[in-house]
């Protein structure tokens, strides 16, 4: 995989091949803005009809992609150097991996990663609280400091922890790799 | 005053604001990233009608879908009829889809108007 190059028609079928092992349903990389995120649902959101039976089972996995993408728009700190996001959503037999992965500035990290740590560490119970407390914390705030109500919210429809890695790119950037589960149920 | 209507998109609903009949309805999905630009001419509809509204207004919430940037939107929505008198919230939720109406309940409990909650097709 090293050394790719888009000159490179290896490229291709070693792509091919990376998604195939991983079961890779569909991934986009690219820049994300308003159009490419409504492009990139609409595509999710057909093949989870395809692979989901309608009704709450769909919904759930389809709320989850669109927190997901959304939350790759609206926290990523994109900049010259790293403009390029990427959404991915696998599948493992009754397991839906919903995957985002975006640079965002190292100071935001701790930040981050105690949010999704306090969410990891509640219940159901736990977990409505904190919705309902952020909730109207953020009608108190202005704009875009959504008070993680995104993270929330893909927590409980997953109803699995969240799983996710911080990897420094350079000295004020890291890349914050995120995935949901979804289990289809029985 | 004008009636509203707007119609449904991917990711925006179907909107009606009735103020002859006090009635307010929004159907289908809302996923707007950008939430101020579709309901910012709708709150502002909302607070005009205020002004004079009818005697009774019932608003119906639709929705199969909503993300949470519409979530907080809702919330500040329906917050701006607190202090009126019969105003009834009609939640509409799938049958089968407990998430919906439980997201309904957490509505009721922050806004302190009726609810009343119903099942859709």
């Known amino acids: 995989m090293s050394n790719m190059k888009f000159n490179n028609l290896k ?34 959101e057909k093949n989870l009809d395809q692979k ?13 992609a669109v927190e997901c993408l959304q939350n790759i728009s609206t926290h990523s700190d994109r900049n010259d150097e790293f403009p390029n996001s990427i959404f991915i959503i696998g599948q493992e037999g009754n397991e839906f991996y919903i995957s985002s992965g975006n640079t965002i500035k190292s100071s935001k990290v701790e930040s981050l990663q105690k949010k999704i740590d306090q969410i990891n560490n509640l219940d159901n119970e736990g977990l409505k609280q904190l919705h309902m407390q952020a909730i109207k914390e953020s009608l108190k705030v202005e704009e875009s400091s959504n008070a993680g109500l995104g993270l929330i919210s893909i927590a409980r429809k997953s109803g699995q922890k969240l799983d996710y890695e911080f990897i420094p790119v350079d000295s004020n950037n890291a890349f914050f790799s995120f995935q949901a589960t979804f289990v289809k149920p029985e | ?55 009774i207004t ?43 109406l439980e997201s309904g309940k957490e509505f009721e409990e922050l806004i302190n108007i009726p609810f009343a909650y119903h099942t859709m097709e």
């Not at chain 2, 519409?70 to 917050?79: A, G």
Request: glycine share 2%; no cysteine.
């Open chain 1, 52 to 64: 989901l039976e309608k009704g709450q089972t769909k919904r759930r996995a389809f709320n989850i």
């Open chain 2, 58 to 100: 019932n608003i119906d919430i639709k929705l199969e879908y909503f993300n949470t940037a519409t979530s907080k939107v809702l919330l500040n929505m329906l917050s701006k009829f607190k202090d009126s008198n019969n105003v009834t919230v009609h939640w509409f939720h799938h049958e089968e889809d407990e998430d919906m």
């Open chain 1, 11 to 44: 490229t291709i079928y070693e792509l091919h091949k990376t998604m195939e092992e991983n079961q890779v349903i569909i991934a986009y990389e690219g820049e994300f803005d308003i159009n490419t995120t409504q492009s990139v649902l609409s595509l999710a």
């Open chain 2, 1 to 55: 005053m004008e009636k509203m209507k707007l119609n449904a998109t991917f990711e925006t609903p179907a909107v009606t604001l009735d103020s002859n009949i006090g009635k307010l309805e929004f159907t289908g999905r809302s996923l707007p990233e950008d939430t101020a630009t579709f309901y910012r001419p709708i709150l502002k509809w909302i607070e005009t009608y205020l002004e004079a509204p009818n005697i």
